[in-house]
């Protein structure tokens, strides 16, 4: 981009150089529109740069499929006993559960939640959507409820996927209390924001088999350090933040990009537009 002009929109591509991005925005206050590279925007919003004086578009949405299709292989692995497999040195005891006709809660109602229900409707797993606004069911769900009934949604559930955006409102939304709302054998598994959830209590419940396991994509702190507690669970599986790599991000990435300078050169409605008040 020829900054001498006086660019419209902004494409940046750099997630972590957010002073960076306002340095820019400062001297170019004419660029009405910002697409930015992911979908999770909490830096980009805690830096104070996003408002009502322009237009943000994130990924969101974009890289849903990888991203549910990520939390199915977690869910399945955590059921069927993989991460303990895994590790396993010999023949062991039988174990494994079925996810067939089992009850899941999806916390979100985004894209990601979108394309798992999709992913779970072969299962016939009857599948309850926590979302902030209970009067929009989600298709696919059996039941939708608000985030004041997520401990209700908890109980009983099979599997608990998290895949919602971090905002301060939902920081630590999994905690002890949820955490011990859940039954014995349900899994937690997060591919959204590992701030979602508590991890001093998740160690504990795991530790004391308060729950069935724990699949996470991400983790608070993030990278989780060698040596943390979780690596040495049994019950949790941790993969490194790859349910979207690079190599599947890049070309979603490119058709977003290229249908918002579409959209926004033809006066269409943006995919992806992030609500200032909501922070997402």
């Not at 981009?1 to 150089?17: F, I, N, Y």
């Not at 830096?43 to 549910?68: C, H, M, N, Q, Y």
Request: charged share 20%; with cysteine.
């Amino acid at each position: 981009m020829d900054l001498t002009l006086s660019p419209r929109g902004l494409v940046w591509t750099d997630e972590q150089a957010v002073d960076e991005l306002g340095s820019l925005l400062q001297c170019h206050p004419g660029i009405t529109w910002v697409q930015l590279p992911a979908a999770g925007v909490e830096t980009v919003v805690a830096a104070g740069l996003i408002d009502g004086g322009r237009r943000w578009t994130s990924a969101k949405g974009a890289f849903a499929e990888p991203v549910a299709e990520h939390a199915l292989a977690l869910l399945l692995a955590g059921l069927r006993g993989l991460p303990e497999r895994a590790r396993a040195r010999s023949w062991g005891e039988p174990a494994g559960l079925s996810l067939f006709d089992q009850p899941v809660t999806v916390v979100g109602a985004g894209g990601v939640a979108c394309a798992l229900l999709d992913l779970l409707r072969p299962f016939r797993a009857p599948v309850t959507v926590v979302r902030r606004h209970a009067d929009r069911p989600l298709v696919g769900a059996v039941r939708t409820v608000g985030t004041d009934g997520l401990r209700d949604a908890l109980r009983g559930a099979r599997g608990v996927v998290l895949a919602l955006a971090l905002t301060a409102e939902s920081r630590r939304l999994i905690g002890r209390a949820e955490l011990a709302a859940m039954d014995s054998n349900a899994w937690v598994v997060n591919v959204a924001r590992g701030e979602l959830v508590d991890t001093d209590a998740l160690v504990d419940a795991l530790r004391a088999g308060r729950i069935g396991g724990a699949a996470l994509d991400v983790t608070a702190p993030e990278p989780l350090p060698a040596g943390h507690p979780l690596w040495r669970l049994r019950t949790c599986l941790i993969t490194p933040h790859t349910a979207d790599t690079e190599a599947v991000r890049r070309p979603l990435l490119a058709a977003r990009i290229a249908g918002n300078v579409r959209r926004l050169a033809t006066g269409e409605e943006l995919e992806g537009e992030i609500d200032p008040e909501l922070g997402y």
